[in-house]
């Protein structure tokens, strides 16, 4: 897994496909063949705006998405995508863990089941 670091990447993510949780908003985009990067990485991103709350608040907020992602993506994400996990105010903070992981799941199987689009 490969961290997100370019504005350009975030905002790409924001385009695409999107799957909302209690929790969390999940954005998801395949990246394009022409893109020079490893198809096998999968790439994660994390934001929390300031309506999250101060600086210990989003770095809590972000701390508690990355490790949902850390322990999520490499069994139910796909490589050559990349995902952008968006906190959400007076949610990421309070909601109990064990609900964030499943919501991960169930969100990243809405983005990866085809609706007669091309995913």
């Excluded at 996990?85 to 909601?95: E, K, S």
């Amino acid at each position: 897994m490969e961290i997100l670091r370019k504005r350009a990447d975030f905002l790409k993510a924001a385009k695409a496909a999107r799957a909302p949780a209690a929790s969390f908003l999940l954005q998801a985009r395949k990246r394009s063949m022409d893109e020079a990067i490893d198809r096998t990485l999968i790439r994660v991103g994390f934001t929390c705006s300031k309506k999250i709350g101060n600086a210990v608040m989003r770095n809590r907020a972000k701390r508690r998405l990355r490790e949902i992602a850390r322990a999520g993506l490499p069994l139910h994400g796909k490589a050559g995508w990349d995902y952008v996990l968006v906190g959400r105010p007076n949610v990421t903070l309070d909601h109990p863990f064990e609900a964030m992981q499943t919501e991960l799941a169930e969100a990243l199987a809405r983005i990866h089941t085809p609706r007669g689009r091309d995913r």
